[in-house]
């Protein structure tokens, strides 16, 4: 499990017997002010989302670590508010929302908007934490910053997606509509608008088979 140095000197009373620990292996220091109880209990992800508290996992690093894309990103995808104190770690880029910060809007499409309410904090086994945006706001994301991908990488992104449960509820067309809010419509090209409805009509035979069951 990882510790902030706060953790850590909480755990072991003082800072003087953090020090103490590590020299005799009991906890390790595995980057500035972070420890862990074990040598190899984490991923750099974990440690990322540790150190930046603040921060959630967006694009590639999200989709990699969720295995809908097979090359591990060169560098860590991190999300953080606009108003956030810039990172200078060369192995991360951080990526800036405006509307983080923003409460979520009241209506049927609040569930797109990359928001507080819309991160989802998962505790991994080992005790770390995996902070990352609701599957709907990072298909959303997504398709936002298609121009990152070639039509085929993103094709073939959104066709491994298609059938992920965590996708349940989808609708083509709550995408259209925040698409439209941001005047944004080009982003859907008919190859893509084809694979949303794909993605609803996979959703809505998963859907079928879970009231069935």
């Not at 951080?94 to 904090?121: C, P, T, V």
Request: charged share 35%.
């Amino acid at each position: 499990m990882l510790y902030n140095y706060a953790e850590a000197v909480s755990l072991y009373g003082s800072d003087y017997l953090l020090k103490k620990a590590i020299k005799e292996k009991k906890i390790y220091k595995v980057d500035k002010g972070i420890y862990s109880d074990e040598k190899d209990n984490f991923t750099k992800y974990e440690v990322a989302i540790k150190k930046y508290p603040a921060s959630f996992l967006v694009q590639d690093t999200a989709l990699y670590v969720l295995g809908f894309i097979d090359q591990e990103p060169e560098v860590i995808h991190l999300g953080t508010a606009r108003n956030a104190l810039r990172i200078t770690d060369k192995s991360i880029k951080q990526h800036f929302y405006s509307d983080f910060d923003r409460e979520d809007m009241e209506g049927h499409y609040a569930e797109h908007i990359l928001s507080k309410k819309n991160l989802k904090e998962k505790v991994l086994k080992n005790g770390n934490i995996i902070r990352i945006l609701n599957f709907k706001a990072l298909v959303y994301d997504l398709i936002r910053n298609k121009d990152s991908y070639s039509d085929d990488e993103l094709i073939g992104i959104l066709t491994r997606i298609e059938k992920c449960r965590y996708l349940k509820g989808f609708e083509y067309w709550d995408f259209e509509a925040n698409f439209r809010r941001e005047n944004k419509e080009s982003i859907l090209t008919p190859e893509i608008e084809d694979k949303l409805d794909d993605i609803r009509t996979a959703q809505m035979h998963l859907e079928l088979w879970d009231d069935w069951d």
